[in-house]
C-alpha cells in the first residue's frame, strides 16, 4: 500500500480551523490511515527480523529462533490473532435445525447367534412363573486366527509332464487368506493405521508376518482394484456435470507431489501428480489416461484469456487444425515450428491444448463446472467455475482490526454476508427468476458499499470481483455453495500424510489414491468398506460393481437438471 498517498488528504489538515462536523468526517479517514500504518509496521517487523536472521546466519552464527508468523508474536499488537478461521458459528447460526432424537438402531444389527439364559442368579420365591424371555443385544467382536491347512489333491500326468492341483478358494492366493488381507486394507486406507502399527497389531493377534509382507498386503495385488477405481470416476464425472476439486500436498518417496481430490454426493477420487499446475488438473480430469493436444476455437479462447502474443497465435493457426496429438508428437511440432518461444508462453500453449483435447473428448464424460477456491490453475479448464462461499468468508475472518470502530465495522458486514449467504441457500431450496434478479442486486448493494478501511475494502473488491462465479448458483440451484466435501475428503488424506508421511513408491502412491477413493466412495454409497474388500477379494460378487451403484443413483438424484432443461 502506498502511505504517502494515503497521507496526502490529511497533510493539510488543521484541527483548529475545522468545524465539530469537520472533525467527525476527517476522523475515519485519520483511524484509517493508522490502521494501515499498523499493518505496514507489523510487516516490515517480521521481515527485518528475518532479514537479521539471514545475515547472522550468513555470518555462522545461530540465528534467531523459528518465529510463527502470528502477529500476536510481533512488537506492537494489542489485537491478538485468532488461530481459528473458521466460520461455522456464523454461518450455522440462524439455520433451522431438525430437533435431535435418538433413532432405534436395534433392527440394524445382524444377528450371529442366539444365547438361552435360564438360570437366575436370586432365589426365586414360590409364586414365580414363567413368563417367557426378555431380550437382550451385546454387539461384540471376534479376534482370532483362522489358520487353515489345505490338502490339495495333486496329480502327475507322464503325458504333459506336469503337476495338477486343486486349487485354492479365492482369497487365498499368496501366504494369507481373506481375513487378513481385508484387515490390512481396511485399517490402513479405512481407519487410517500406519504399516508399523498395522504389523505390530497382527502379530499380537497371532499372525506370524514381516514387515515387508504388510507392505505388500497394503500396496500389491490391486489390479482389480485400480480398475474398479477408473469405473468409478468415470461413472462419477457422469453423474453430474459440476464436481467438487481441492488439492493438498503429499511426499512421494521424500519428494512433494500433489494429491487432487474430485468428487460429488455419490464418489470421492484421489489422484497424486509431480506437480500442481494447469496441465495436471487436466490430467485429473482426463482419469489420467495420455496426454492429448488439440488447436480448435477452445485453445484460442484461452491463449487469448492468458494473453499469448498476437505473434505466437498466428503461427499456432499455421499448424494442423482440430488434429489431436500426443504428448510426444505436440512438443516435437513445438520444437520444430516455434523453437525460440520462451518457457512462459509455450506452457500457456500446451495448457490451452490440452484443455482443448479434453473438451473435445467424444467417450470420456467431461466436467461442465468445477466446485473449487480461486486457485489460477483451475481457471479456463472447464466452461464454468462455481467458487466457495466459505473460502471467500476466510479473507474477512482473517482481518485484524485495530480500533473498536473498524471492529464493529467488520462485525455488521459479516453478519450481512450470512445472512446474504442464507439467502442463497433458500434459494436452492425454491428458485425462481424473480428471487435471482432479487439476489443479483442484493450483491451488488452489499459488496458495492465503500469503507475508509482499505483491508476491508479490498475484501470487498475480490469478493465484487468474482461475482459471476460466486453467483453461479443463481443459474444452476444444484450447484453448492461450498465447497467442504473436498476440503474435508483432503483432510483425510492430510491425516493418512500424518500418520504414514507418504508413499515411497508409484506403487505405494497408486495404492494410496485407489483406496482411498474406494473407501470414501463406499461411505458415500452406505456400503462398509470392509464388507465391500472382503466381497472383492473373496470375488464373491454379493456386491455391484460401485461404478453401476453409482449410475443408478444419479438417475434418481438428477444432480445436473438445470443443464439438461437447458
Not at 154 to 169: E, I, Q
Not at 319 to 343: A, V
Amino acid at each position: 500500500m502506498d502511505l504517502n498517498a494515503r497521507l496526502a488528504p490529511l497533510r493539510d489538515v488543521d484541527p483548529e480551523a475545522l468545524s465539530e462536523q469537520q472533525l467527525r468526517e476527517v476522523f475515519p479517514h485519520l483511524l484509517a490511515f493508522c490502521e494501515e500504518s499498523v499493518t505496514a509496521v507489523l510487516a516490515l517487523q517480521t521481515e527485518a527480523q528475518r532479514l537479521k536472521d539471514e545475515i547472522a546466519r550468513l555470518k555462522g552464527e545461530h540465528g534467531g529462533p523459528n518465529r510463527p508468523s502470528s502477529r500476536s508474536n510481533r512488537l506492537i499488537n494489542p489485537i491478538e490473532e485468532p488461530k481459528d478461521h473458521s466460520s461455522e458459528p456464523e454461518r450455522r447460526a440462524r439455520e433451522p435445525r431438525p430437533p435431535r432424537q435418538k433413532g432405534r438402531k436395534l433392527h440394524l444389527i445382524a444377528i450371529d447367534r442366539t444365547e438361552t439364559l435360564r438360570s437366575v442368579t436370586a432365589s426365586l420365591p414360590p409364586d414365580a412363573q414363567f413368563k417367557g424371555y426378555s431380550t437382550t443385544v451385546i454387539q461384540d467382536l471376534v479376534l482370532r486366527t483362522d489358520n487353515v491347512r489345505f490338502l490339495r489333491a495333486k496329480f502327475w500326468s507322464p503325458s504333459t509332464r506336469k503337476t495338477y492341483l486343486a486349487p485354492l478358494p479365492p482369497g487365498y492366493e499368496g501366504e494369507f487368506g481373506p481375513g487378513i488381507k481385508t484387515l490390512a486394507l481396511s485399517l490402513v486406507y479405512g481407519g487410517q493405521m500406519s504399516l508399523p502399527l498395522l504389523h505390530a497389531f497382527l502379530q499380537d493377534a497371532g499372525t506370524l508376518i514381516s514387515r515387508g509382507q504388510v507392505s505388500n498386503l497394503a500396496t500389491t495385488r490391486a489390479d482389480g482394484f485400480h480398475a474398479e477405481q477408473r469405473e468409478v470416476l468415470c461413472a462419477g464425472l457422469a453423474s453430474s456435470p459440476w464436481q467438487h476439486f481441492d488439492v493438498t500436498s503429499t511426499p512421494v518417496d521424500g519428494e512433494q507431489h500433489s494429491c487432487h481430490v474430485l468428487g460429488n454426493p455419490l464418489y470421492s477420487h484421489y489422484h497424486t501428480t509431480a506437480r500442481q499446475d494447469r496441465g495436471s488438473a487436466v490430467e485429473v480430469l482426463r482419469g489420467g489416461a495420455p496426454r492429448r493436444y488439440c488447436l480448435d476455437a477452445t485453445a484460442y479462447a484461452h491463449l487469448a484469456q492468458v494473453g499469448v502474443a498476437a505473434r505466437t497465435v498466428l503461427a499456432l493457426r499455421r499448424f494442423p487444425q482440430e488434429t489431436t496429438w500426443s504428448e510426444d508428437e505436440f512438443h516435437r511440432l513445438l520444437d520444430l515450428r516455434l523453437p525460440l518461444l520462451r518457457t512462459e508462453p509455450r506452457k500457456h500453449v500446451e495448457d490451452a491444448a490440452a484443455i482443448a483435447a479434453y473438451r473435445a473428448d467424444p467417450v470420456w464424460p467431461v466436467v461442465q463446472c468445477l466446485v473449487a477456491d480461486d486457485a489460477a490453475q483451475l481457471r479456463g479448464i472447464t466452461p464454468e467455475l462455481s467458487l466457495c462461499w466459505i473460502h471467500d468468508g476466510r479473507h474477512y475472518t482473517k482481518l485484524i482490526p485495530q480500533f473498536a470502530c473498524h471492529r464493529k465495522a467488520l462485525q455488521r458486514f459479516r453478519k450481512q454476508y450470512w445472512d446474504y449467504y442464507r439467502e442463497l441457500l433458500a434459494y436452492r431450496v425454491a428458485p425462481s427468476p424473480e428471487e435471482a434478479e432479487r439476489l443479483d442486486a442484493a450483491f451488488d448493494t452489499l459488496f458495492g458499499e465503500d469503507t475508509a478501511w482499505v483491508d476491508l475494502e479490498t475484501c470487498i473488491a475480490r469478493t465484487r470481483a468474482n461475482k459471476e462465479k460466486l453467483l453461479r448458483v443463481l443459474v444452476h440451484p444444484e450447484l453448492p455453495l461450498h465447497n467442504n466435501p473436498a476440503e474435508l475428503a483432503a483432510r483425510r488424506r492430510v491425516r493418512k500424510r500424518d500418520v504414514s508421511f507418504g508413499p515411497r513408491s508409484p506403487a505405494g502412491m497408486r495404492a494410496w489414491d485407489t483406496f482411498q477413493g474406494l473407501a470414501e466412495t463406499a461411505r458415500k454409497l452406505g456400503i462398509r468398506f470392509g464388507a465391500y474388500l472382503r466381497d472383492r477379494i473373496t470375488r464373491a460378487g454379493e456386491i455391484p460393481r460401485l461404478g453401476d451403484i453409482i449410475t443408478a443413483r444419479a438417475a434418481t438424484l438428477r444432480l445436473g437438471a438445470s443443464w439438461a432443461d437447458t
